[in-house]
T-cell receptor
């Protein structure tokens, strides 16, 4: 079975700082990769996804993530965070075979101070 | 359009009681998922419905948990004889299921369950 590891449970940054949230997965086959975000009081929503092609994917609000197959990683980045980026971020993976459910990491809580 | 809705928003119950949680998926979505979100534990998959296929129940933690989906739409998650460790946020998601997993799941607001 696949698993997802997010290295940081809590991250605190000042506005305009750069962000990188780590995500590693374990699975021997080919996968799809996702980052979901949950803003305070809101539903979990998709931030970006990788299925195939260019390993650098861009999502909403200037977020991007890079799939490095050799490292089984899919780290999330943003060059300059804003107070409104305060949220919990979840990395997720599913298999490319048949119908497959998502396996989520435990999440990283990001707090951006103004 | 309307998103995924769940009811109730909050549920407080006593240990040993049964509870039912409801999910209304996005109209036309063939797949429906239940997850459990506990503090510091991320999202734990519980059960998955896809069209008319038999549900994938591999994530249910015990036989006290069951779920059904009527008419390919509304789903109910039932927890019998609730225990304190069942306290969590129960999330429902739906999607237009795609072979190969290339789909976006849309989540509801969740039901926060507290077992006293």
């Amino acid at each position: 079975a696949q698993s997802v590891s997010q290295h940081n449970h809590h991250v605190i940054l000042s506005e305009a700082a750069s962000l990188e949230l780590g995500c590693n997965y374990s699975y021997g086959g080919t996968v799809n990769l996702f980052w979901y975000v949950q803003y305070p009081g809101q539903h979990l929503q998709l931030l970006l996804k990788y299925f195939s092609g260019d390993p650098l994917v861009k999502g909403i609000k200037v977020f991007e993530a890079e799939f490095i197959k050799s490292k089984f990683s899919f780290n999330l980045r943003k060059p300059s965070v804003q107070w409104s980026d305060t949220a919990e971020y979840f990395c997720a993976v599913n298999k490319k075979s048949g119908y497959s459910t998502l396996t989520f990491g435990k999440g990283t809580m990001l707090l951006v101070s103004p | 359009g309307a998103g995924v809705s769940q009811s109730p928003s909050n549920k407080v119950t006593e240990k040993g009681k049964d509870v039912e949680l409801r999910c209304d998926p996005i109209s036309g979505h063939t797949a429906l998922y239940w997850y459990r979100q506990s503090l510091g534990q991320g999202l734990e998959f519980l059960i998955y419905f896809q069209g008319n296929s038999a549900p994938d129940k591999s994530g249910l933690p015990s036989d006290r948990f069951s779920a059904e989906r009527t008419g390919g739409s509304v789903s109910t998650l039932t927890i019998q004889r609730t225990q304190q460790e069942d306290s969590a946020v129960y999330l429902c998601a739906s999607s237009l299921a795609q072979r190969g997993g290339q789909e976006t799941q849309y989540f509801g607001p969740g039901t926060r369950l507290l077992v006293l």
